[in-house]
């Protein structure tokens, strides 16, 4: 045994040089375990194997009721979910992640995917998302409209413009000749609620749909000028996908009538 | 016990380096991947524009007085653990080291139900005119945080290495304990306070988790460079690249200036028992 001490102290310096490296680090999904479908009729395809659905983090509790029921209705089909910011989904499947549905909560980054070659025929667009004010439920700066916001002394969290939130923030800012002095500009629409949500945050701008799902722990406040920055939410197979067939079935699960239903319930307003 | 490897045999057997070399391959690779991917004719502009500057700026200005807190308060808890032995030593030391292994994330929630206006001091500290959440001194608040348990292990093992024997002899010359505290035991574990103060600096400048939960992000207030990063990363990815060589130079170039002189002590004997 040699000294111990330049042990610890060589692992201090790892832990540091980890500490200080580690930025972020998103999950990637699991493997695909694709099988040959065995297509038969059009009517009733037997659909087997695995489809990979990548898809927006606002899509999460919808798309999680989606997939179980996709599996209820066509056994031996297993549906993985991956749930992250759309543009670090973008990064993922051009990276070579197996991804065989991607969903996105706007059509930028779609776009992104459709220029790397990697989407298999045209995006669909399947949903709509507008903004909403989230205030704690006792309402502490109370706020009943969007230019309540810019009183002074109101604590509100944004999305940064860089983020698709955020850009819909700036739109009706613009729209409505209004100009927010955010306290924090946060770079997810989680953040914004969780700041909302835990009450250091007097109003937070986020979707209708993050307000439906955050439930009782935050009201929300409608205003009239969401209208003027209408998210698109649009679904494609991916390119590289190596089960084209069950990934198809599982779009048109989401843009038909079961899945419009779904959605409409979580808030998500129809293309 | 002691067995320093001066005799020239350093009983290492020769598979052994050839995991040490992958190890370092493992560590090193991805800083040569990030380091292909920048964009050169676009690195100084992109790390001088004004968020990136002032991003640097805030990032050096809080870590600098993160670090100043770590000193203030990491000293006394050292020398309490290192010196003086009483019940619940190992358990306070346990507590002390605990954000070493808490992933920061669960660090800033911890600090919101503190210090946040819901929080259990946030109400008192907001009856007193102090408003803390979403200011610069949310962000050095989750820094020291994460960053006090460095400065305690080095610390603390310098002052187990020193030993007590001058602090006796100089209490034996009648010295009184605050001048034996500032004459004899700071001087001699000055080196293992200087590593333990650059350690803390290093990691606050990465610090990530514990300010987005926390202290939010703001431009020039709260969005140091790790959160800059992040947010370039998702319209820039150029911008980010770039920014992370960055931070990754200014952290190298701390840690190395500090692990210069091998003669430096830095962790208690006894610190991961």
């Known amino acids: 045994m040699s000294d111990p001490r330049k042990h610890v102290t060589a692992l201090l310096v ?15 999904p699991a493997v695909t375990g694709s099988s040959s479908a065995a297509a038969s009729a059009s009517a009733t395809p037997a659909l087997t194997g ?17 997939a179980s029921d996709f599996e209820a209705k066509n056994p031996g089909t297993k549906v993985t979910l991956n749930f992250a910011g759309s ?9 070579g992640a197996p991804a065989d549905v991607f969903a996105s909560a ?43 916001l810019a009183k002074p002394g109101v604590k509100v969290v944004v999305c940064a413009p ?25 770079s997810s629409v989680t953040d914004v609620l969780g700041k909302v949500t835990s009450g250091e945050a007097d109003a937070g701008l986020v979707y209708v749909t993050d307000v439906k799902t955050a439930g009782d722990k935050v009201r929300g406040i409608p205003f009239p000028e969401s209208d003027q920055a209408v998210n698109t939410y649009p679904i494609a197979t991916v390119g590289t996908s190596k ?3 069950l990934a198809a079935a599982f779009v048109a699960t989401v843009t038909g009538s ?14 | 016990m002691n067995r320093r490897s001066g005799t020239g045999y350093t009983g290492i057997p020769p598979w052994i380096y050839a995991i040490a070399a992958a190890g370092a391959v493992f560590v090193l690779l991805p800083l040569v991947a990030m380091v292909a991917k920048v964009n050169w004719p676009q690195f100084i502009p992109l790390i001088t524009s004004e968020s990136s500057l002032t991003a640097l700026g805030l990032s050096l200005r809080t870590s600098a007085a993160s670090t100043a807190a770590c000193i203030v308060l990491g000293v006394p808890l050292a020398l309490v653990l290192a010196r003086s032995p009483f019940p619940g030593q190992r358990l306070l030391r346990a507590f002390v080291l605990l954000p070493l292994v808490l992933p920061p994330v669960v660090g800033g929630i911890a600090l919101l139900y503190t210090f946040g206006r819901q929080g259990l001091l946030g109400r008192s500290l907001e009856l007193a005119g102090i408003q803390i959440a979403f200011s610069t001194t949310a962000v050095v608040l989750a820094q020291t945080f994460v960053a006090l348990p460095f400065l305690v292990v080095s610390l603390e093992g310098a002052l187990r290495t020193a030993g007590n024997k001058y602090e006796a002899v100089a209490a034996t010359l009648g010295a009184r304990p605050s001048t034996v505290l500032r004459r004899v035991t700071i001087p001699l574990v000055l080196p293992g306070l200087a590593s333990g103060a650059v350690l803390s600096f290093a990691r606050s400048l990465g610090e990530f988790g514990a300010t987005l939960t926390f202290a939010g992000s703001l431009q ?54």
Do not use: H, W
């Open chain 1, 50 to 66: 695995t489809v990979t659905v990548f898809a927006a983090a606002s899509l999460k509790s919808t798309f999680t009721k989606l």
């Open chain 2, 220 to 273: 020039g207030v709260t969005r140091t460079l790790p959160l800059e990063i992040y947010l370039q990363r998702e319209t820039d990815a150029d911008a980010a690249v770039a920014l992370s060589l960055l931070l990754v130079a200014v952290a190298v170039a701390v840690v190395g200036l500090s692990y210069r002189r091998p003669r430096v002590e830095a962790a208690p004997e006894g610190a991961f028992r």
């Open chain 1, 162 to 186: 860089q983020v698709p939130c955020g850009a819909a923030t700036e739109k009706v800012e613009k729209a409505t000749g209004t100009t927010l002095a955010p306290v924090s500009e946060e």
């Open chain 1, 243 to 245: 089960n084209k067939e």
């Open chain 1, 87 to 95: 543009s670090d989904l973008v990064t993922q499947i051009t990276q």
């Open chain 1, 106 to 148: 706007d059509t930028k980054n779609m776009t992104k995917l459709t220029d790397a070659k990697l989407v298999d025929g045209a995006p669909v667009n399947f949903a709509t998302n507008v903004l909403e004010i989230a205030v704690p439920p006792s309402n502490p700066a109370s706020i009943s409209a969007f230019a309540d």
């Open chain 1, 14 to 28: 790892a832990g540091a040089l980890t500490a200080v490296l580690t930025g972020c680090a998103s999950g990637t």
């Open chain 1, 258 to 271: 079961e899945g419009q239903k779904v959605l409409g319930d979580a808030g998500f307003g129809a293309p």
